[in-house]
């Protein structure tokens, strides 16, 4: 059974970093493109940031881009977020996701497996 486990999140205040956390398991990790996705109050889910199943591509929604970084680690099958000078608008739910192709890998809908989510407050 796939698992997928967010932690991470909190309250911080302007300006303030974060690091989230995706823990899988029941996967084959190192074959899995992994995604972070975040839904704001009222708004749609949108996409983060995704790394593909090798590590090499990496791509980020334009509004994080140069504050956010993600990253794997094959040894302990997670996939992370750090998350630096944070804003209001980051404020959001975010969640973890894992698919088997980088191609597609901004579309929600092309995920199969998918984390509880990780509440993220920033405060101003």
């Known amino acids: 059974q796939v698992q997928l486990v967010d932690s991470g999140g909190g309250l911080v205040q302007v300006g303030g970093s974060l690091r989230l956390s995706c823990a899988a398991s029941g996967l084959t990790f190192n074959r899995y493109t992994m995604g972070w996705f975040r839904r704001a109050p009222g708004k749609e889910r949108e996409f983060v940031a995704a790394?593909?199943?090798?590590?090499?591509?990496?791509y980020y929604e334009d509004s994080v881009k140069g504050r956010f970084s993600i990253s794997r680690d094959s040894a302990k099958n997670t996939a992370n977020l750090q998350m630096n000078n944070l804003k209001p608008e980051d404020t959001a739910v975010y969640y973890c996701?894992?698919?088997?192709?980088?191609?597609?890998?901004?579309?929600?809908?092309?995920?199969?497996?998918w984390g509880q989510g990780t509440q993220v407050t920033v405060s101003s």
């Open positions: 790394i593909s199943a090798s590590g090499i591509m990496i």
């Open positions: 996701a894992a698919k088997a192709q980088w191609s597609g890998s901004t579309r929600a809908e092309n995920y199969n497996y």
